[in-house]
């Protein structure tokens, strides 16, 4: 009786998010308007059965943590560096938690 081994085996080429160091100022997000931009390095890897074997190419971009835009660094624009106080800042109480607020229409 012959066995059949069926070894599967896996190959692709993700890209890799990772923040740059350093101290970095929240910045605007040109499309969803949040002081949720930050540097980062993109980078494509090869990979086989999920594990990162050679890079392929790499670029600096500015990505935002909420609505996942990714721009590519260029030296003539930067996202505006965001005021103390701006982007969504939940309502707190004196107990320190958030209650929303409904109100009733008509």
């Not at 260029?74 to 209650?99: E, F, K, L, N």
Request: with cysteine.
């Amino acid at each position: 009786m012959d066995f059949f081994f069926c070894i599967p085996l896996v190959v692709g080429c993700p890209n890799k998010i990772n923040p740059m160091g350093g101290d970095q100022s929240p910045r605007v997000c040109p499309r969803c308007h949040n002081a949720s931009m930050f540097a980062a390095k993109s980078r494509v890897w090869f990979e086989f059965c999920f594990v990162p074997l050679i890079p392929l190419r790499s670029k600096d971009v500015w990505m935002c943590g909420i609505c996942q835009l990714q721009t590519v660094m260029q030296p003539d624009w930067a996202p505006a560096v965001a005021q103390p106080g701006y982007g969504y800042q939940p309502a707190q109480h004196g107990d320190g938690y958030y209650r929303p607020t409904y109100t009733q229409s008509g």
